[in-house]
């Protein structure tokens, strides 16, 4: 019997311990000295300050999570310059918590600096991060250099006026953002940024309310000494295989700004009211070796839009980019106010566009909307979307 349970023993260590905490430096021990298996539970209540851990490495059998208790009761990691903060971490799980009031960024997940190494097998699931940053470069969930992450039911709200982003991506690949809402934050620089060599990211089945001037930026403008991986042999381009499909979008400025990017679907989503256009295609990264922004494909979007709050026929072109090699593909587009002038000025032509018909919503812009039974726009926007 000894034996036996001195087995059992040995099999509970290597699987890893559960950690209860319930205060600030009872949460910073349980960071310094977590290790592969183990189970950090954070009780309700408010921990003050920002806290930060590096070298968090679980494995694919035995992740490291990071969790409050109680679903409905989430700790609140309140202040500080970025209320959590990992770096080099793997597969690490972070879920059920709120953070808010950070001067900096909500939560952020690098790779320690080392473009080479970079953080992977990231979950972020059940987070709520509002009032983040002041004026300024402040994110509710940044990320730089990392592979294979989820981004899952969590709510931004609130982040840096002027260029902050609800999620910023640097240099990130192979990720999935799903059923996020992004609200609130009209001022501030976008809702969702995709930049700095990120590729393979898809943006699904979210919600976005007011949130910032572009509500997803695909691509962007960075610095190249903080391009993942680091830019040795062109072409390169700020991001790279980007699909964004079955999100309901309601203002901002622009619902999609293509920005050097090569390669974005954006297909089944429903755009509601954006401020002046539907779509830009910019460059912003004009070094030598980078392509010009180039081949997108736009199918099967909902557009319902305003004429008084409509620019530039919806699209906005800048210099320097291929708007030619665009595709538009059975879009639906529809002028509330005046149905008559329902056709975007498109730098292409549109295969099996639908223009002037009344969708038949019913306020659109709620979260999931959906048209009155036999509309036409039926099989179009995130109501149709099916993976």
Known sequence: ???????????????????????????????????????????????????????????????????????????????????????????????????????????????????????????????????????????????????????????????????????????????????????????????????GGSSEITVRSCYFQNAGSRALNLGGSTGREYFRPALEKPPFAEARNLTVEGNVIVGSDAAFAFVGVDGATVRFNTIVDPGKWAIRILQETRDEGFVSCRAGKLARNLFIFRSDRWGSGGVNIGPGTAPETFEFVENYWFCRDQPGRSRPALPGIELRGVYGRDPKFQEPEKKGARPAAGSPAEGYGAAAWKP
Not at 11 to 19: C, I, P
Not at 42 to 63: C, D, M, S
């Open 1 to 195: 019997m000894g034996a036996l349970l001195a087995a059992w023993a040995a099999w509970a260590a290597l699987q890893g311990a559960t950690v209860r905490v319930s205060s600030a430096s009872q949460f910073r021990d349980a960071l310094r000295q977590a290790k592969a298996g183990d189970d950090l539970v954070l009780a309700a209540g408010v921990y003050e300050g920002g806290f930060y851990a590096a070298n968090l490495q679980g494995t694919a059998a035995k992740p490291i999570r990071i969790r409050g208790e109680e679903i409905k009761n989430p700790p609140r990691l309140r202040g500080g310059a970025t209320p959590l903060h990992f770096s080099s971490a793997a597969y690490l799980r972070v879920e059920n918590l709120l953070l808010e009031d950070a001067t900096a960024n909500g939560i952020n997940v690098d790779d320690g600096g080392d473009a080479k190494s970079p953080s992977h097998h990231i979950e972020l699931r059940r987070l709520r991060i509002s009032r983040i940053g002041p004026k300024g470069n402040h994110d509710g969930i940044k990320l730089s250099g990392i592979e294979d992450f989820v981004v899952e039911d969590c709510v931004v709200e609130t982040w840096g006026i002027g260029s902050g982003s609800a999620v910023d991506m640097v240099g990130c690949r192979r990720g999935r953002l799903e059923r996020n809402e992004f609200l609130n934050s009209p001022e501030s620089g976008s809702g969702v940024q995709a930049k």
